[in-house]
T-cell receptor, first 113, second 114 residues
Framework: AQSVTQLGSHVSVSEGALVLLRCNYS??????LFWYVQYPNQGLQLLLK??????LVKGINGFEAEFKKSETSFHLTKPSAHMSDAAEYFC???????????FGRGTSLIVHP | NAGVTQTPKFQVLKTGQSMTLQCAQD?????MSWYRQDPGMGLRLIHY???????DQGEVPNGYNVSRSTTEDFPLRLLSAAPSQTSVYFC?????????????FGQGTRLTVV
């Protein structure tokens, strides 16, 4: 079985501060990992994905994530938060034998001026 | 390309009524799925399909039916709506040529059952 845990349902940062959203996965085989972003009243869109080509993955809007097998983690970071980054962020995992990815419960990013 | 189109965007139903949420895609993706999103619960899989004529249950299938007669369409049916089905529903598609492919989502249908 595979599962995803996102630590913290809400993360609050000041504009310009570092953004760190945490994601840990449990999988018996190397997984494929994704981060999606959901802006208010919209569907989810892909931010970045890990497919084993490189452990540090760069995505859109200045976000990046690092795959750490020893920690079973795939945390999302951004050096400097913008007001426009305020959204819901979802981590997802898929692996062989599973047609549909499993999503975490989401983390709401709040950015203060 | 329109991508993934969901209709309607908003719907209010009375308890016991039936309705169909529509999902259409023009990307020729094999995999399609329905999720519901509730506060604090994230996305929960209702039903999914890996191709025309093939469907399977997800995590929370009770109260919902699906069918997949074409690659393009994957409707979700509520036979007798209940207040517990008040939620935001998302349809997603994905290419079937590898597990590393990402999902594409529709804009959602916000359903209220009174």
């Amino acid at each position: 079985a595979q599962s995803v845990t996102q630590l913290g349902s809400h993360v609050s940062v000041s504009e310009g501060a570092l953004v760190l959203l945490r994601c840990n996965y449990s999988s018996s085989v190397p997984p494929y990992l994704f981060w999606y972003v959901q802006y208010p009243n919209q569907g989810l869109q892909l931010l970045l994905k890990y497919t084993s080509a490189a452990t540090l993955v760069k995505g859109i809007n200045g976000f990046e994530a690092e795959f750490k097998k020893s920690e079973t983690s795939f945390h999302l970071t951004k050096p400097s938060a913008h007001m426009s980054d305020a959204a819901e962020y979802f981590c997802a995992v898929s692996r062989g034998g599973s047609y549909i990815p499993t999503f975490g419960r989401g983390t709401s990013l709040i950015v203060h001026p | 390309n329109a991508g993934v189109t969901q209709t309607p965007k908003f719907q209010v139903l009375k308890t016991g009524q039936s309705m169909t949420l529509q999902c259409a895609q023009d990307m020729n993706h094999e995999y399609m799925s329905w999720y519901r999103q509730d506060p604090g619960m994230g996305l929960r899989l209702i039903h999914y399909s890996v191709g025309a004529g093939i469907t399977d249950q997800g995590e929370v299938p009770n109260g919902y039916n699906v069918s997949r007669s074409t690659t393009e369409d994957f409707p979700l049916r509520l036979l007798s709506a209940a207040p517990s089905q008040t939620s935001v529903y998302f349809c997603a598609t994905r290419r079937g040529d590898g597990i590393s492919t990402e999902a594409f989502f529709g804009q959602g249908t916000r359903l209220t059952v009174v």
